[in-house]
């Protein structure tokens, strides 16, 4: 099984900024065979997804809803993944989750699903404040 631990969410101000952590674990567990990815949830809706890095390559793919402010990236020694929000707005605020599947692409935008991932962290709480 993978473990995924989801960190660094918390209280903001809007137009400040957050970087979220997902820290990834397991026995045999090879980061780089793994796609991750980031969904948010607001309150009441469903789970959307955010963005998507394969650590094999560092490439990413972004929802347009966040493309120019959210930022993707991963410390492959660290087997960490990142996720950068900037420009904080109220509307932001949301549970972030880190996910994760074994030997797949990543998604694009607009095919983003949950049911995509097999492995889940725990959710990190964001409150932007006006």
């Known amino acids: 099984d993978v473990q995924l631990q989801a960190s660094g969410g918390g209280l903001a101000q809007a137009g400040g900024s957050l970087r979220l952590s997902c820290t990834a674990s397991?026995?045999?567990?090879?980061?780089?065979?793994?796609?991750i990815g980031w969904f948010r949830q607001f309150p009441g809706k469903e789970r959307e997804g955010v963005s998507c890095i394969d650590p094999a390559d560092g490439s990413v793919q972004y929802a347009d809803s966040v493309k120019g402010r959210f930022t993707t990236s991963s410390d492959n020694a660290k087997k960490t993944v990142y996720l950068q929000i900037n420009s904080l707005i109220p509307k932001d605020t949301a549970v972030y989750y880190c996910?994760?599947?074994?030997?797949?692409?990543?998604?694009?935008?607009?095919?983003?699903?949950?049911?995509?991932?097999?492995?889940w962290g725990q959710g990190t709480l964001v409150t932007v404040s006006s």
């Open positions: 397991g026995s045999g567990f090879r980061f780089e065979d793994y796609v």
């Open positions: 996910a994760t599947v074994f030997s797949h692409p990543c998604p694009s935008d607009g095919e983003m699903y949950p049911d995509y991932y097999d492995y």
